[in-house]
């Protein structure tokens, strides 16, 4: 079975730019989650996706947003880019019982530098 | 206070020893504990998965956790060099749904 599939894997932006990241889940999982990673701040959740729905939500600013499509692919946007969104964002899958916690599968990451 | 705490090493072990990796956690809603390998410049792979108090093997990992004391470990046996990585530690609760909250990571380098 494919892992979660992130694209692109780097990028480049430059400040005041948006840019929009892509995740496509494995297959039969429902749930999305969106990370980021930075060297200060260590690994810090987005958002999570499940049915298309947000269904938890971190501690960021607006201009971090996200959606869910019928076939469970996600994306997540940032908009007005800062120099500190320069990070590693990961997008984890999880197959979701529906209750409680699942075990959550990463993908590898799209790297994005903002200069 | 971070909600959970996770020595940040490095740690420095030769091969063949028993390693023991440790977190901390102050939030006593966490039910799911988590440990995840990261190699550098890739993202985390999910090596045990545990709910509740208790231990768990697998191979050469074992998880343990002790709700009373907030605090969970996570050793390996006989490390190997390509255990060399960083281990996270996370933990949720059941009403965070899939909203998992990291340690920091400790750096791990097993030396032949």
């Not at chain 1, 948006?18 to 200060?40: A, D, E, F, K, M």
């Not at chain 1, 269904?55 to 469970?72: A, I, V």
């Not at chain 1, 990961?90 to 959550?104: D, F, K, M, R, Y």
Request: glycine share 10%; net charge positive; charged share 15%.
């Amino acid at each position: 079975k494919a892992g979660v599939t992130q694209t692109p894997r780097y990028l480049i932006k430059t400040r005041g730019q948006q840019v929009t990241l892509s995740c496509s889940p494995i297959s039969g999982h429902r749930s999305v989650s969106w990370y980021q990673q930075t060297p200060g701040q260590g690994l810090q959740f987005l958002f999570e996706y499940f049915s298309e729905t947000q269904r938890n939500k971190g501690n960021f600013p607006g201009r971090f947003s996200g959606r869910q499509f019928s076939n469970s692919r996600s994306e997540m946007n940032v908009s007005t880019l800062e120099l500190g969104d320069s990070a590693l964002y990961l997008c984890a899958s999880s197959i979701n019982p529906g209750q409680g916690v699942g075990e959550q599968y990463f993908g590898p990451g799209t790297r994005l530098t903002v200069t | 206070q971070k909600e959970v705490e996770q020595d940040p090493g490095p740690l420095s072990v030769p091969e063949g020893a028993i390693v023991s990796l440790n977190c901390t956690y102050s939030n006593s809603a966490f039910q799911y504990f988590m440990w995840y390998r990261q190699y550098s410049r890739k993202g985390p792979e999910l090596l045990m998965y545990t709910y509740s108090s208790g231990n768990k093997e697998d191979g050469r990992f074992t998880a343990q956790v002790d709700k009373s004391s907030k605090y969970i470990s996570l050793f390996i046996r006989d490390s190997q060099p390509s255990d060399s990585a960083t281990y996270l530690c996370a933990m949720s609760s059941s009403g965070g749904y899939n909203k998992l909250i990291f340690g920091a990571g400790t750096r791990l380098a097993v030396h032949p």
